[in-house]
């Protein structure tokens, strides 16, 4: 699996980010048809984890604490390369592909809206979206600063211009329920210690693999338990591992 480390800049942005409309992408692609993968879609690193943005939002649905960002991020760059902007409607998502449409339902009250992602983030521990100044109101989750919400993905949009008209567009996606996932508990520079962690998890029954990963001089043994063939399988998996003693376990797609 290549994995694409991005520049420090970025990672800032990333950090201190979270964006105004730009001039609308091209029209996208013909499904099928190989192209240059975008920036936001690429692994990135973020404290020391990894972070792997999901191939498609179709299917994706999942329940969290939800927290917001206002003032002291208004007019910076966003990872998308907007700019932005508090006052609209709009959220920082971890792994969701760039301009996904989401349904954020806050579980405490019963309010619920329709945010755009255009940033990465939140990255604070069992946090799933950071939502804009005017999201957070509408769901009233200001005051408190957090709330219990569930986030459905209703469609990844690109918009575009057609003549003097801004298309939008949804684009097909595989079901992102199915696949290949691993969740990653450990990485080393030490093959013996990845060894041993895989061994332990072979015996507790665990299907576990070692990848390897090479960064300048240094080599990484990441050792990795075969999740199943569903993102829901894999996500309670990853769960499991963070309440047993892997508090940094994390999700893989292959």
Request: overall charge positive.
């Amino acid at each position: 699996m290549k994995i694409f480390f991005i520049p420090l800049l970025f990672v800032l942005l990333l950090l201190h980010g979270c964006a105004t409309k730009t001039t609308p992408p091209p029209p996208p692609a013909t499904p099928g048809m190989p192209g240059v993968i975008p920036p936001t879609q690429r692994p990135y690193k973020i404290m020391g984890k990894t972070y792997y943005p999901l191939p498609s939002s179709e299917g994706y649905v999942e329940k969290g604490v939800a927290s917001w960002y206002g003032k002291q991020f208004h007019g910076r760059k966003t990872s998308n390369g907007e700019v932005y902007d508090m006052y609209e409607e709009t959220a920082a998502h971890k792994t969701l592909p760039m301009n996904t449409q989401v349904l954020v339902q806050n579980l405490e009250n019963g309010k619920e809206m329709v945010v755009r992602v255009n940033d990465r983030g939140p990255f604070v521990k069992d946090r799933i979206i950071d939502l804009s100044l005017t999201a957070a109101r509408k769901l009233g989750i200001v005051d408190h600063g957090t709330a219990t919400v569930k986030v459905t993905a209703l469609g990844e949009a690109k918009t575009y211009r057609q003549g003097n008209l801004e298309v939008a567009r949804f684009l097909p996606h595989q079901n992102l329920q199915q696949g290949d996932f691993y969740v990653q508990i450990g990485s080393f520079t030490n093959q013996n210690n990845a060894l041993r962690l895989q061994d332990k998890m072979q015996k507790q029954g665990n299907s576990a693999v070692i990848t390897q990963f090479g960064r300048g001089d240094r080599r990484f043994y990441r050792v990795q338990v075969q999740a199943g063939s569903t993102l829901t399988m894999a996500r309670n998996m990853e769960k499991e591992f963070n309440g047993n003693g892997y508090p940094d376990a994390f999700v893989v797609a292959r």
